[in-house]
T-cell receptor, first 113, second 112 residues
Framework: NAGVMQNPRHLVRRRGQEARLRCSPMKGHSHVYWYRQLPEEGLKFMVY????????ESGMPKERFSAEFPKEGPSILRIQQVVRGDSAAYFCASSAGQGYGYTFGSGTRLTVV | AQSVTQLGSHVSVSEGALVLLRCNYS??????LFWYVQYPNQGLQLLLKYTSAATLVKGINGFEAEFKKSETSFHLTKPSAHMSDAAEYFC??????????FGTGTSLTVIP
């Protein structure tokens, strides 16, 4: 039973390019969450999705960031026109439902050069 | 808004000594509370969770935490530290069980 799978593990992008981060939740989990971790900081909530629906995107920057969780396939976090400040570790977590706690992936470390 | 405060960004203990990592939360409703551990370049692993059952929660690797409503605290303890416990520890709170609010983390160093 594979855990939460994130890819790529490391991603390097030049300023202005697009970054696509993928997350496959654990089998049986229909809730997906994205968090961002900046150096020396805790995790900050970005967005909560269920299949084909964005439930809560209150932590997502209003511009350049988008997320989806299609009926088939992984959840995608997309960052357009990346800037140096986007450099961070992006973690995906999945859950079977409310209060069960998350299972985290190993993260994607984005570096913008 | 929810918030979590972890006192002490760095804690050092000797191998075999008591581990105490502090967490205080703000929540207007009975919360879900969690402790996670993060090893270098890895994701977060759930240590334990409180979901309004017993106030003393036992987790993996010998860790436990006690929910104290009067103190709004959920401190993490382990009687005897092991070298393999060296990691970053995060406390998290949620009132809905969905969006979590994480503390800034406590880095635990175990001294041989």
């Amino acid at each position: 039973n594979a855990g939460v799978m994130q890819n790529p593990r490391h991603l390097v992008r030049r300023r202005g390019q697009e970054a696509r981060l993928r997350c496959s939740p654990m089998k049986g989990h229909s809730h997906v969450y994205w968090y961002r971790q900046l150096p020396e900081e805790g995790l900050k909530f970005m967005v909560y999705l269920q299949k084909e629906n964005i439930i809560d995107e209150s932590g997502m920057p209003k511009e350049r960031f988008s997320a989806e969780f299609p009926k088939e396939g992984p959840s995608i976090l997309r960052i357009q026109q990346v800037v140096r400040g986007d450099s961070a570790a992006y973690f995906c977590a999945s859950s079977a439902g409310q209060g069960y706690g998350y299972t985290f992936g190993s993260g994607t470390r984005l570096t913008v050069v | 808004a929810q918030s979590v405060t972890q006192l002490g960004s760095h804690v050092s203990v000797s191998e075999g000594a008591l581990v105490l990592l502090r967490c205080n939360y703000s929540s207007s409703v009975p919360p879900y509370l969690f402790w996670y551990v993060q090893y270098p370049n890895q994701g977060l692993q759930l240590l334990l969770k409180y979901t309004s059952a017993a106030t003393l929660v036992k987790g993996i690797n010998g860790f436990e935490a006690e929910f104290k409503k009067s103190e709004t605290s959920f401190h993490l303890t382990k009687p005897s530290a092991h070298m393999s416990d060296a990691a970053e520890y995060f406390c998290a709170v949620s009132d809905t069980g969905n969006q979590f609010y994480f503390g800034t983390g406590t880095s635990l160093t175990v001294i041989p």
